[in-house]
């Protein structure tokens, strides 16, 4: 038998079909409906209750639906699940629709389509990338829409991808022939990114440079300067294709397009950022505190007032600079405000005040500004005239085009400021958003509200006087309206102009005539009021609309200002000094220490210094572990970013010469998601770092080679050191902190190689880690001792000891495997601070019973022991 649709299910199938892989929540009066599938997985996810309802003569169809007020949580938690939502809006009033109600689709929200607030990280961007290439190139587009910051760039795929890993877009837009390419490795990306397929033709070179074109109102993009990227430009082009259809609307905010360069900026992949805890910890325990966020190098620094100044920081730290002249231009203005202290707290304090300006304007350019937001705008935007009046104190050049270049908003705050109530509801449906003044016949609707409700609140006194029925009460409610109520006891008193309205149990409810026509005077003006500040608002928000661009710019500035004051506080809470920079080869740092960990260690932190240049590229960091060779290493790491980035250093001296990149081969991670275990993850890290380093790289090297065999992983990091210091190509700066003491040699065998190592003291039977660097190679690690402090049983530590003086004095070799040219016999593979002969030796020290031996006796024994000792 067919089946037999009602006209509405048959409206919803219509709409449903053309989106059958996302959840439709169709608007139905006061809540959004779902049915079929949809209701299920809705209803499974959000917790709500699955009904249904008729679908044709003798079927039915699950239902579950939430209300419109609140839908914005739900559908954030359906984005969490992985979900998309279709949302279908009614689109002509139910009270004049002749029939079924029409219904339309207003958005498609995916994960990187949100607008809506509550699922926005204050200071993290929300990307929605597209990837495009030819098998050799790729193209590149990245867009925030809660911002409208538009990039592009091309580059080779693993350039991308690594690009990919560091902004962390929440989706990425790809071709549907990508979709079984498995060398390319999108599933990587699962973790963190929705990805989704569109058809090829959405990529075509031609059709992207019109729709890019038409998007801008253009006639071509060579103002933009990227008429050169053609993958670029593909991949531009499908995010406008791709917000055409989600969104349904002009998006005003997107209103230019930059070509990403490297050339002036430092470029640090995401093994570095993690390696470096630039933005979380590396390694989370659930010891102390050493899992929070606040222990990375942007909670530190972290200092600013405003969101657009938090996620500016994060940029700052994620690509410093590699131009001296801009760097010196940060540094001049933290320096500037160093000096300033009191403008410096004007400064902070007015910024206080201001609120994200920057996705208020994205709000704006998609349609989704409500009244709060204009009044939050127009609040913010009336700091910035006195910004400018404290910047007239400044002059480096920063600060002074800051100053010079604050557009003027005056326009928005005072039509705000006159339109607008200072506390309006966020819901355009509740009225009370328009200031009286602003529009006479507004205020006349109002006035006539007024008369009216004056009239019935005095008309309650009035009857019960003409009646003397004391109990009488004038009410309302949203079904019946106005009425007069009088109890049942006192019906007799009732007059005859009374008309009766409702009876209830104990009372019946009745109008007259006058109080009817003040009821219809009431209803009739406040729907024109909801009507004509509805109709205001649009134009007030259309009007604001035109300024997007100079709300962007001053958002801009603003960030850049707050992200300058971020820096200066950090360098006059930390004791921070500004670097010299310039273009050598010269990393010398004097009393440096870990930005981070000297807030953490209960004592004095160490401070460390480090002298590097063209003579001495390459340190040998050898030392007891737990002594502070991983330490070290991220210490100058983070101190070479910090000063590129133009922050100030914790240092009591530093000069940086220009770094193009910063490679980390830090720590080791098995990585179960990929199948790749500890050593391959290293060797990946590895490759990547001798592939691509260049004479201006800094790299930092720790423990290369301990996933593997002792003699494996020592040839390896030889040959690593080696390449690193001979290749044409290289010859960086690099710190190598290793517990292969035998690399030692390579400072006698290479030219730029120098050894250093981390300095203990002994105390009897104890080692004490004073944390310094100081020249020199050492010869133990100090594993035995290490394990002890760990609690290892007291007969493994012995019988370890046992197991070290045979292998150091039968000089054992793996499968007789030859060690490297120039190893030097002396150089042991001990392992504890204390030998095993050393031990033997004092334990027959102890046993002696100097009050028992005759003076030969001693002297005897003394011989005994000394030969002991050499052999």
Known sequence: ?????????????????????????????????????????????????????????????????????????????????????????????????KGLVKREVVELITPGTITIDSLFDSDEKNFLASLVGDGQNFGLATLDLSTGEFKVEEGFLDRIKEKLNTIRPKEIIIPQRFSEEKKIGFENFKNHAALTFLDDFKFDYDLAYQTITDHFKTTSLDGFGISDLKLGISAAGSIISYLEQTKKTYLSHINKITKTSYDECMFLDFSTLRNLEIFSPFSPTDEKDFTSKKNSLFHILNKTKTPMGSRLLKEWLRSPLYHVEKIKKRQDSVSELLGKRDKTVDLAKILDRIQDTERLAGKLGYGKA????????????????????????????????????????????DLVEKSMVDDPPSVLTEGGIIKKGYKGELDRLKESIKTSRNWIASLQKEERQRTKIPSLKVGFNRVFGYYIEVTKTHLSKVPEDYIRKQTLVNAERFITEELKKKEEIILGAEEKIFELEHYLFLEIRSLVSKKIEDIQKTSEYLATLDVLLSFKEAASSYRYVRPEIDSSDEVIIEEGRHPVLEHLVEKGYVPNDTTMNSEEKIHIITGPNMAGKSTYLRQVGLIVLLAQAGSFVPAKKAKIGLVDRIFTRVGALDNIATGKSTFLVEMNETANILNNATSKSFILLDEIGRGTSTFDGLSIAWAA??????????????????????????????????????????????????????????????GIYVAKLAGVPREVLERAKEI?????????????????????????????IFSARDNQIAQELKKIDINKLTPLEALNKLEELKKKAEE
């Not at 949809?38 to 169809?61: C, M, Q």
């Not at 009244?371 to 006195?386: G, H, I, T």
């Not at 045979?806 to 150089?827: A, D, I, Q």
């Open 1 to 97: 038998m067919e089946k037999t649709n009602t006209p509405l299910m048959s409206q919803y199938y219509k709409i449903k079909s053309q989106y059958p892989d996302q959840i439709l929540f169709f608007r139905m009066g006061d809540f959004y409906e779902m049915f079929g599938e949809d209701a299920k997985i809705a209803s499974r996810i959000l917790g709500i209750a699955l009904t249904s309802r008729s679908h044709g003569k003798s079927e039915r169809v699950p239902l579950a639906g939430v209300p419109y007020h609140a839908a914005e949580r739900y559908i954030s938690l359906l984005l969490k699940a992985g979900k998309k939502v279709v949302v279908c809006e009614q689109v002509e009033d139910p009270k004049t629709a």
């Open 721 to 782: 050191t080696e390449y690193i210091h001979s290749h044409p190509r290289l010859c960086s700066r690099t710190l190598v902190a290793t517990h292969f003491h035998e690399l030692t040699e390579l400072a006698r065998l290479l030219p730029r190689v120098k050894n250093y190592q981390i300095k203990v003291k002994e105390w009897g039977d104890e080692i004490i880690f004073l944390r310094k660097i100081v020249p020199g190679g050492c010869d133990d690690s100090f």
């Open 804 to 832: 070290l003086l045979k292998l150091e004095g039968e000089e054992l070799s793996y499968k007789n495997v030859p060690r490297p040219e120039g190893f030097t016999k002396e150089k042991s593979y001990q392992l504890s």
């Open 370 to 413: 409500n009244p709060k937001d204009l009044v939050a705008l127009a609040m913010s935007l009336r700091n910035v005239p006195e910004i400018k009046e404290v910047l007239k104190g400044f002059n480096s050049s920063l600060l002074n085009c800051i100053k010079e270049n604050l557009p003027d908003t005056s326009f928005i705050v």
